[in-house]
């Protein structure tokens, strides 16, 4: 059985990174992997979303110290100029990532998605698939003084 507590393991079971990925992508997407692993949400299509995530801050970050370095500003016509154009593209495609990645578990399962993946569950053995005793409805609360009158 794999050791998951290794997130090199768990990147060499998921097919590794992209060949495209550099030591800033890497960075990125690391950062990501550690936070979907932590929410046990982690899975192939999952860590291409990672992937994907880690390309988009790389170069949002790579823009960023090129328009700082060159000090641009919005044009006399308040257009912005093509690399300010090029970060607020990666700015979107991030946001949008960043709410699928670590949406809540309300939201996962409002979506259709568990908690829990299938493939977390496959490392670990399979686990008890037995239910654990009843479960017990949500009673909606009575109020006070009505008495049935």
Sequence with gaps: MPDLNSLEQLIALLGGWPEHFGAEEEKHALAMLTATKREKVIDEPVFRLVCLWGLHMAAHDRLSRKIDKADFTATKDKYLSGDEQ?????ENKI?????????????????????????????????????????????TFQRRGSGGQ
Excluded: I
Aim: proline share 6%.
């Design 86 to 90: 090029r970060r607020a593209f990666h």
């Design 95 to 139: 946001m949008g990532l960043q709410r699928e990645l670590l949406a809540t578990p309300y939201a996962r399962s409002k979506n259709g998605n568990g908690a829990q993946t299938s493939f977390l569950d496959d490392l670990f053995g399979g686990g008890d698939t037995q239910p654990k005793g009843n479960v017990t409805p949500f009673q």
